[in-house]
């Protein structure tokens, strides 16, 4: 490995600044480590320098996907000037996949290293002129399409020397296969980057075309693999989160300080209050109650924090759950019983709560009524409500009497809104006039709501 055009603190410096940008805790002291352990290792030897790095600047397997895809920016591949002239010379798209099984076939990484790197600057070149600052991976695997390479991989793997009795079963030889062609795509997305990187700049590319872990990723935009990774999470954060609510709770118990009867006590001793006195708070634990729009796109951020606060239970007297459509009904005992199998968490509330009257849509206004008429119970001067929901009625009334009642009756509403602010009041979104009820907060990633569930639950 070269390199390249800059000095290896720069590199380093870069990596550490776009993992940083990335939600990445990386001190001054691990960034020193990361120097010593390259000054160790040397740059002859690429993938050493990227187990050297990730040792000394991760704290945990989650963060090693987009570790990898920023090293790659900053320490790239070595590439000849030959491999350059793919993008004035298009290869064969059939003499290519010829090469591509190939390769596949033998489990070649370098071969395919130099197949992506050639695929990209045939096929994945877009732009006005030559000198575009552009390639797709999309366009450039649309094109070549290695997954259709699967079935003549496999009958070359049978019928290679020594594989009369083959050492995988047809299935797992079929997953072996494309669990090649997955990392190459991979090298595909990589060389993308990497060009674009060239022209638009390491630092940008880094920030803007690297996904981030999925703890960062958009609730309403998180796909079904993201929601599953995040759902993994749940209990080590839980765990986290429980700690620092233990620490507020045992620095609460200790009470703040009376005033008068600190300054009553003070006169023994000159006026200098040598002896707080402190007003104590009665050991006792709050009761939670969650209250959860399960319906469309904000059903993925409503699970999260149910299975959350569920790992959590213990930190509290009371939780009750209850999740709506356009009608709320009590799920506590669903997530109870569903804490082995939180995949199936929201197909579980949907088949088994009433959440929808005579029509499908989210409706707050009826949602929050009939909540304020059934469940007044489950509200009282230890309560604290969390509503999960976008506020967006589909044209509905709003029904703002009742969730005033709501917060009358609580001892606080946190209103948790998966949407940005700058959406709150668009179309049919009566965030605004929510708002001015009880406290409205952006929640938009699992970071987010780890960070606001810590802040936010009473102690």
């Not at 062609?181 to 990187?197: C, G, L, P, S």
């Not at 008429?373 to 509503?387: I, S």
């Not at 703002?400 to 709501?406: E, P, Q, T, V, W």
Request: proline share 5%; glycine share 10%.
């Amino acid at each position: 490995m070269s390199p390249g055009d800059s000095a290896p603190a720069a590199r380093l410096t870069g990596l550490v600044g776009a993992l940083r940008a990335h939600g990445f805790r990386i001190g001054t002291g691990e960034t020193v480590d990361a120097g010593q352990a390259l000054e160790a290792v040397g740059f002859t030897d690429r993938e050493r320098v990227r187990e050297a790095l990730a040792a000394t600047l991760l704290h945990g397997e989650g963060q090693r996907p987009v570790f990898d895809q920023v090293f790659d920016l900053y320490f790239p591949l070595g590439h000849t000037p030959a491999a350059e002239t793919y993008a004035n010379t298009p290869p064969d798209l059939a003499a290519l996949r010829e090469r591509l099984a190939e390769a596949l076939t033998a489990g070649d990484g370098a071969a395919l290293d130099r197949l992506a790197a050639e695929a990209v600057g045939g096929f994945g070149g877009f732009g006005s002129g030559p000198d575009s600052d552009g390639w797709s991976s999309y366009q450039t695997l649309s094109r070549l399409r290695p997954e259709t390479l699967l079935a003549r991989v496999r009958e070359r793997l049978r019928a290679a020397p020594g594989a009369a009795e083959p050492e995988f079963t047809e299935r797992l030889l079929d997953d072996e296969i494309r669990r090649r062609i997955e990392a190459f795509r991979e090298r595909v997305r990589t060389e993308a980057r990497r060009r674009v990187a060239e022209r638009q700049g390491r630092d940008r590319v880094a920030r803007r075309a690297v996904a981030g872990t999925a703890d960062s990723v958009d609730f309403l935009l998180a796909g079904r693999a993201q929601l599953d990774e995040l759902r993994r999470t749940v209990r080590p954060l839980a765990r986290k989160l429980a700690t620092r609510l233990a620490a507020r709770r045992r620095r609460a118990s200790r009470g703040e300080i009376d005033l008068r009867r600190t300054l009553r006590r003070s006169l023994s001793t000159g006026g200098v209050p040598v002896r707080p006195v402190l007003r104590r708070r009665p050991p006792r634990r709050p009761e939670l109650v969650l209250l959860c729009d399960v319906s469309g796109s904000v059903a993925g951020f409503a699970q999260f924090t149910m299975l959350l606060v569920q790992a959590l239970h213990d930190q509290f007297s009371r939780v009750r759950v209850f999740a709506f459509v356009n009608r709320v009904d009590e799920v506590t005992g669903l997530i109870a019983r569903g804490s082995a199998d939180p995949a199936g968490l929201g197909d579980r509330i949907l088949a088994e709560a009433e959440l929808t009257g005579w029509h499908g849509q989210s409706d707050y206004g009826t949602a929050l009524g009939e909540f304020a008429d059934r469940y007044a119970e489950a509200l009282g001067p230890r309560t604290v409500v969390f509503v999960l929901g976008d506020a967006r009625t589909n044209g509905s009334d709003p029904n703002l009497a009742a969730l005033k009642g709501i917060a009358d009756r609580a001892r606080r509403v946190h209103w948790l809104n998966p949407e940005q602010p700058s959406l709150w009041g668009t179309g049919d979104s009566v965030a605004p006039a929510y708002a001015g009820l009880v406290e409205m907060r952006p929640c938009r990633n699992a970071r987010q709501l780890g960070a606001l569930i810590g802040r936010l639950l009473p102690v």
